[in-house]
């Protein structure tokens, strides 16, 4: 892709609602703010107190697929945060993956993309939670086993000589273990030296964390007090040089994708609108899902979540119903309400009629793996399956930037990422 090509946007058929719930995403941001220096302190307490159990390693498993949270109630959240330190297994790896912002796959392109969004490349790695504080660091996955607790450099990160700081303070960044340079790539920024950035934009938390943790020393290379670096990623408003420098531009990690956020965004847990996840084979080794055994199957597969009445659906909020499974075969095979079920997707595909499916081919293959805590969400089986047949290019992405609309609605300032 070169930086100055200029190509017609393709009018590709609405497969999703996906614009709709970004809009209604930013307007319910404003509507309903929580008490996020509370949520962060609980937060903070939670990932540095678990008990030991939950620091056995743990099998690789894939990105956790679930619903918003938007809906969920003041009361459930400080119940959750209260108890999350008693979840075990399936559960505690629920309740861990709800307290990241987790991006829906890009299946449309969004409005404005030029103007109102930040592009960068994904590190590989492992996604985690950074929490520093009282003299320890630790870090946290997406299931709630402990990566790896060590001194840094983050404020109240490591027990030092001059023991500075209030043990009091603590920090929370959003992270992805880069496993070739044992390096801690940042990615967003939850909360810093107790100051919570769960209500502010995108915008903001970006122009924080650049500013405020190269003053820590953290960005250094590994040292007595520091075992592990840590490394900003290079974010890039998603203009047309923009979008070139995150897809094609050199970064010192290995690349998995492209992830897309909204400037406007706050710090959402759970699955947002507001954050996408784009890939192609230029910029990721793992686009097409592959079985168990590595290998990419002849149909795609989904995972979705049997429901009391029979149903199988998604994890989003609410939930996409995708198929019906009759009773007497789920009795017969043993099923329950709340089980993980695979299935491959036929020969008669995925109709989908102005932006809602209408029907799906289902092939019933089993029960998921026990290591997973969600089903799939919509975005992600409809990503999967133009990948297979029509994907979204990156000259769609181009071509979307360059359209008149875009163009003429220009702000007088560019903001710079």
Not at 259 to 283: I, M, R, S
Not at 301 to 309: C, R, S
């Amino acid at each position: 892709m070169a930086p100055h090509d200029l190509r017609r946007a393709y009018k590709r058929p609405a497969i999703s609602d996906q614009q709709r719930r970004r809009e209604l995403s930013l307007k319910r941001q404003e509507q309903g703010r929580r008490d996020a220096q509370l949520q962060a302190r609980r937060l903070a307490s939670t990932l540095l107190s678990l008990p030991p159990e939950h620091e056995q390693p743990s099998e690789p498993e894939p990105e956790p697929e679930l619903g918003s949270s938007s809906k969920e109630s003041d009361s459930d959240f400080e119940f959750d945060l209260r108890n999350a330190s008693k979840l075990r297994g399936t559960e505690a790896r629920k309740w861990f993956a709800r307290q990241l912002m987790l991006p829906e796959w890009m299946i449309d392109v969004p409005h404005r993309l030029p103007h109102d969004w930040y592009v960068f490349a994904r590190p590989s790695g492992k996604r985690c939670f950074v929490v520093s504080s009282d003299g320890t660091t630790i870090s946290r996955q997406r299931n709630g086993t402990v990566l790896h607790r060590f001194p840094s450099a983050l404020p109240n990160g490591a027990r030092t000589r001059d023991g500075s700081g209030s043990a009091q303070s603590y920090s929370i960044l959003d992270c992805i273990f880069h496993e070739m340079d044992q390096t801690y790539y940042v990615i967003d920024m939850v909360c810093w030296r107790g100051y919570s950035l769960y209500d502010c934009t995108a915008e903001f938390r970006f122009f924080w964390l650049n500013s405020k943790l190269a003053e820590t020393g953290a960005c250094e290379p590994p040292s007595h007090y520091h075992k592990y670096r840590f490394s900003l990623v290079p974010v890039h408003t998603c203009d047309q040089s923009g979008l070139h420098a995150a897809y094609a531009g050199g970064v010192p990690y290995v690349k998995d994708g492209l992830l897309f956020y909204n400037k406007h965004a706050h710090y959402q847990p759970g699955n947002t609108p507001l954050a996408l996840v784009w890939k192609d084979e230029n910029c990721s080794q793992y686009v097409i899902d592959t079985d168990n055994k590595g290998q990419v199957p002849s149909h795609q597969q989904v995972v979705l979540e049997l429901q009391d009445d029979g149903k199988v659906t998604t994890s989003d909020d609410p939930p996409v119903v995708f198929s019906c499974l009759d009773l007497d075969f789920i009795q017969k095979s043993g099923l329950h309400s709340g089980n993980l079920l695979r299935f491959a997707i036929g020969d008669g595909g995925l109709s989908v009629v102005d932006g809602k499916l209408e029907k799906a081919d289902l092939q019933y293959l089993g029960k998921s793996n026990r290591a997973r805590a969600f089903a799939d969400s919509y975005s992600k089986v409809m990503f999967q399956n133009m990948v297979r047949g029509s994907p979204l290019k990156i000259d769609d992405l181009v071509a979307s930037i360059n359209t008149p609309d875009d163009e003429g609605n220009r702000p007088d300032v560019d903001m710079v990422g």
